[in-house]
């Protein structure tokens, strides 16, 4: 997105060689400057900060990087964030469903021996990693948690087999 500073001066110096000379060089700082802004402004906000604010936010949370993409690494962060207590199992759903999507999961409770079953149907990249974080940062001690990931993949296609028949006669003299 190139400045043009042509359209500030007056008409009779709009053709001299020196000036739009000048305000290319001055166009080019201008446009570094509008980077730098928009920098700013996208670190402000965990889900378009660049990879070293995330990595800030990481340390202050200290949790450690691992090779993970960007987009997880931020819903690691923004995780971090929401982790609201008391705990619910309406606000367990709340955040899986963020994750997850309202369909990517299934949780059963069972109040009377404190445990809590989570099927994760999502094939996000570490969906597994992301609800053993939470589950870490929000559930009492007490509970238990059973969680398990399941995924279905559905391939359209034809599925071909052949066969080979033989025999082999064996002649002792």
Not at 1 to 11: F, I, T
Not at 29 to 50: G, P
Not at 76 to 83: C, L
Request: aromatic share 10%.
């Amino acid at each position: 997105m190139a400045v043009d500073l042509k359209m500030l001066l007056p008409e009779w110096f709009q053709n001299v060689v020196e000036f739009n000379h000048l305000l290319e060089t001055e166009a080019i700082e201008l446009e570094e400057v509008e980077n730098s802004i928009r920098s700013v402004k996208n670190n402000c906000y965990i889900q378009t900060a660049d990879e070293a604010t995330i990595l800030l936010y990481e340390r202050r949370f200290g949790i450690a990087y691992q090779g993970e993409s960007l987009e997880y690494r931020r819903s690691r962060i923004m995780q971090r964030y929401n982790t609201v207590v008391p705990f619910t199992i309406g606000f367990l759903k709340d955040r899986l469903t963020e994750l997850y999507g309202s369909q990517g999961f299934e949780v059963s409770v069972d109040g009377k021996n404190s445990l809590i079953t989570i099927k994760i149907t999502s094939d996000r990249y570490g969906a597994v990693n992301l609800l053993y974080d939470l589950l870490w940062d929000i559930l009492p001690a007490q509970m238990q948690i059973i969680a398990s990931q399941a995924n279905t993949k559905n391939i359209k296609g034809i599925f071909s087999a052949g066969a080979a028949l033989s025999s082999t006669k064996i002649m002792t003299i």
